[in-house]
């Protein structure tokens, strides 16, 4: 399989396009004109001041907020995205910054919530639920055991693993995570970079939001910085410091000798 960097290197068309994106909330424009893309197998990080638009511009792909103007290509076609259901249908999965788990469900209840499986009678199916939990947990986090607690017992990192779960059992080929790791502690971080790895190498392509500069330079491919809702520019992680990154988010231009 080719990588992410030889894939564009040959000009190959991406799975997601964004280009031109914008959306303003009353006079305040939140995402302008904003263009960024993504190939299968790819971490673009995007990164941002508070209230850079990182979190807006990913809610347009998501279905959650409808741009003003732009143009979404998925696989090269143009699509509209005007409702969750619709991104749904492209592939398109999202994990929250706050992950949207039910606390007084199990993993189970979650992973399937609002797309359960039933009987032919019509009813809740928990037995087929939790042997397709136990089977998908196995692959992703093999060390997970609380299938019969609620969610509200787990920690941090193993509620995002049943939060990607959900995301990986219904076909994500594009996944958008914001700020994945904000509220875990480092063994729990390094859990999730761990899963980040694994979808990667199955193909699936993630927008990644995330604060910690660090963090972006070990998992992502590419990072677009974004400030005041425009985004300051587009590189390759293997071109810049963790210093670059860092002054394109506070000087708002990118660094000298890098293309954008
Ligand atoms: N639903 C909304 N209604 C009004 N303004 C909004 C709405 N959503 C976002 N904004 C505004 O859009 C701008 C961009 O916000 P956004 O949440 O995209 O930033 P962000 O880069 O994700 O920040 P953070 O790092 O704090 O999550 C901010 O000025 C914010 O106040
Ligand atoms: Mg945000």
Not at 27 to 40: I, M, R
Not at 155 to 163: E, K, L, M, N, Y
Not at 179 to 188: I, R, S, W
């Amino acid at each position: 399989m080719a990588t992410p960097k030889e894939l564009r290197a040959q000009g190959a068309t991406p799975m997601v396009e964004m280009t031109d994106i914008s959306i303003a909330f009353g006079g305040v424009k939140a995402v302008d004109q904003v263009s960024v893309d993504l190939h299968p197998g790819e971490v673009v990080g995007l990164l941002g001041h508070n209230g850079a638009g990182k979190s807006t511009l990913i809610k347009v792909l998501s279905g959650a907020y409808q741009m003003d103007s732009g143009e979404i290509r998925i696989n090269g076609d143009k699509v509209e995205i005007t409702n969750p259901r619709d991104a749904r249908s492209h592939n398109i999965e999202t994990i929250y910054q706050t992950l949207a788990l039910a606390d007084n469900l199990d993993a189970a209840s979650n992973l399937f919530l609002g797309r359960e499986i039933t009987t032919p009678m019509g009813l809740v199916n928990d037995a087929a639920m939790e042997a397709e939990c136990r089977k998908i947990m196995g692959r992703l986090n093999p060390n997970f055991r609380k299938f019969s607690e609620p969610v509200s017992a787990l920690s941090g990192g193993q509620r995002q693993s049943v939060a990607i779960a959900r995301a990986v059992y219904f076909n994500a080929k594009i996944l958008i995570m914001d700020e994945p790791t904000a509220a875990l502690g480092p063994h729990e971080t390094q859990m999730v970079a761990e899963l980040i790895q694994q979808l990667k190498a199955q193909g699936i392509g993630i927008f990644l939001i995330d604060h910690d500069v660090h963090a972006v330079m070990e998992l992502c491919d590419r990072a677009s910085v974004m400030k005041n809702g425009q985004l300051v520019g587009t590189v390759d992680i293997e071109d810049v410091t963790d210093d670059d990154l860092l002054s394109m988010i506070i000087l708002g231009k990118n660094p000298a000798g890098v293309a954008a």
